[in-house]
């Protein structure tokens, strides 16, 4: 279970026992806010996250108005590991990628996981266009003049993040599947310059960048990407949200999950033999 999970149902408990103390049933509460029987039960399985106002009429009706403020801060911590993509790129693609930057300059040890894309951080420009391009399939702004100015913008502020690579200050481990190498996610003369560019990036000296082959027995399922940040937070990118992991035994598990890949991943030479091999195909 996760953290945002845990968190979530710890809230669902403590509404629980509010309404519990105040000698109302789940459709009595339901009945007095208007709301149907199922909504209650699910916000206290922890099934369903409340909002705002429901945590103030939960209160009203529970006479305990003096615990909104509270119970209001436990819904935004709970926010914040689970952020919806929507609300997270509301400032903007380039905004995203500034607050990234500086989550990457406070951490000493940046490790990072991709099975199907090219790790952000080692990604050329072009290549970046059309992960970005990407987006959302539905998203009728997809396309709009405002939005490819906001990917120019984007992908001039991921160029930019990619500048600490080269400073030596901070470390990086980037481990990606030979998947990541195959998959047409943009036009072949795209993905040309982005292998020759990963060619150059496996020499460079303050960086480590691992290949993992086809043929190699893994101990775990590359299921999806990550980022790990020191021992302090582990990013987790979904199709609609970002999960924030802090929570230090789940942290620790996306450790050993890494350790794991990174074990089976070929670096140096045998990278670059990979990487070569594959750009001599196209």
Not at 43 to 61: K, V
Not at 155 to 168: E, N
Not at 203 to 232: C, E, K, S
Not at 239 to 268: C, K, M, P, W
Request: charged residues 25%; neutral net charge.
């Amino acid at each position: 279970m996760s953290s945002f999970q845990r968190a979530r149902e710890a809230l669902g408990n403590r509404l629980r026992e509010m309404r519990l103390d105040a000698h109302l049933t789940g459709r009595d509460l339901a009945k007095a806010t208007g709301w149907v029987p199922s909504k209650v039960s699910k916000i206290e399985a922890g099934r369903q996250t409340p909002s705002d106002a429901d945590l103030e009429l939960w209160a009203h009706f529970c006479d305990r108005e003096a615990l909104v403020g509270e119970l209001v801060a436990s819904l935004r911590s709970l926010e914040q590991q689970y952020v919806e993509h929507r609300r997270m790129y509301r400032n903007g693609l380039p905004a995203r990628q500034r607050s990234i930057g500086e989550i990457e300059a406070k951490t000493k040890l940046t490790r990072n996981f991709e099975p199907c894309f090219v790790p952000g951080l080692l990604q050329t420009a072009e290549y970046a266009r059309f992960r970005f391009a990407e987006g959302d399939p539905g998203d009728n702004e997809r396309g709009a003049p405002k939005y490819e100015t906001e990917v120019d913008e984007a992908i001039a502020a991921r160029m930019k993040r990619q500048q600490i690579l080269h400073r030596g200050e901070q470390k990086f481990h980037f481990v990606m599947t030979e998947a990541v190498l195959r998959y047409q996610l943009c036009p072949p003369d795209v993905m040309a310059g982005q292998l020759g560019h990963l060619v150059s990036m496996t020499t460079l000296p303050t960086i480590r960048v691992g290949v993992i082959p086809f043929a190699t027995q893994l101990a775990v399922a590359p299921i999806h990407g990550f980022y790990l940040y020191d021992n302090t937070l582990a990013l987790v990118e979904l199709f609609t949200a970002v999960l924030n992991v802090t929570q230090a035994d789940e942290i620790g598990a996306y450790e050993r999950v890494f350790g794991h890949l990174a074990d089976a991943a070929s670096y140096g030479t045998e990278a670059r033999t990979l990487l070569t091999s594959l750009l001599d195909q196209r």
